[in-house]
């Protein structure tokens, strides 16, 4: 069965706070990605990596870092958190390629006050 | 800009009839398709993928996928109220490591 996890579902923060979002999978999947869901928006990707130090913009990466140091690990860096950053952010991984079948986190529920 | 589309809903069903599904898409070169239910308030959960044109059955879901009406469609058969979700639809419109675009979802109510 494959596994991602994220490491909190529930987070609670102040504007201009640095915020981490971890995310690990536990497939051996190469491509990862940090999308944000709002409603009436949808799954919006944020950045997206092909595999290990590789990193690539998605559609909103503004104010938003992200890291891959290990292949199972991709973490999402809020460097000065804001109120309109609050939104659930969801981790996804799969196999190389498109074809192949994406899987997602359970969703960490971000709110910065 | 490669676009994904769905009817948001709520499309309202009554306990064990068909649910019907619908998703176009613009980009004539996607490649794979893939439905996703989503609860209220928890993650996308993969339910069915289709590559190939026809129609792919798993249980009480089928998928049915048309490239020439660049259409993709998810039935339910005998639908619970337990299959009450929003359901997204997700399209990979290249080859290599082009991430999915998806549609907004399409709410579903299964009435019992």
């Known amino acids: 069965d494959v596994k991602v996890t994220q490491s909190s579902r529930y987070l609670v923060k102040r504007t201009g706070e640095k915020v981490f979002l971890e995310c690990v999978q536990d497939?051996?999947?190469?491509?990862m990605f940090w999308y944000r869901q709002d409603p009436g928006l949808g799954l919006r990707l944020i950045y997206f990596?092909?595999?290990?130090?590789?990193?690539e913009k998605g559609d909103i990466p503004e104010g938003y870092s992200v890291s891959r140091e290990k292949k199972e690990r991709f973490s999402l860096i809020l460097e000065s958190a804001s109120t309109n950053q609050t939104s659930m952010y969801l981790c996804a991984s799969r196999l190389r390629t498109g074809s192949n079948e994406q899987y997602f986190g359970p969703g960490t529920r971000l709110t910065v006050t | 800009q490669k676009e994904v589309e769905q009817n948001s809903g709520p499309l309202s069903v009554p306990e064990g009839a068909i649910a019907s599904l619908n998703c176009t898409y613009s980009?004539?070169?996607?490649?794979?398709f893939f439905w996703y239910r989503q609860y209220s308030g928890k993650s996308p959960e993969l339910i069915m993928f289709?590559?190939?044109?026809g129609d792919k059955e798993d249980g009480r879901f089928t998928a049915q996928l048309n490239k020439a009406s660049q259409y993709v469609s998810l039935l339910i058969r005998d639908s619970q109220p337990s299959d009450s979700a929003t359901y997204l639809c997700a399209v990979n419109p290249g080859s290599g490591n082009t991430p999915l675009v998806f549609g907004k979802g399409t709410r579903l109510s299964v009435i019992a």
């Open positions: 497939m051996d999947h190469e491509n």
């Open positions: 990596s092909y595999d290990v130090k590789m990193k």
């Open positions: 980009d004539r070169g996607s490649q794979s």
């Open positions: 289709i590559y190939s044109n």
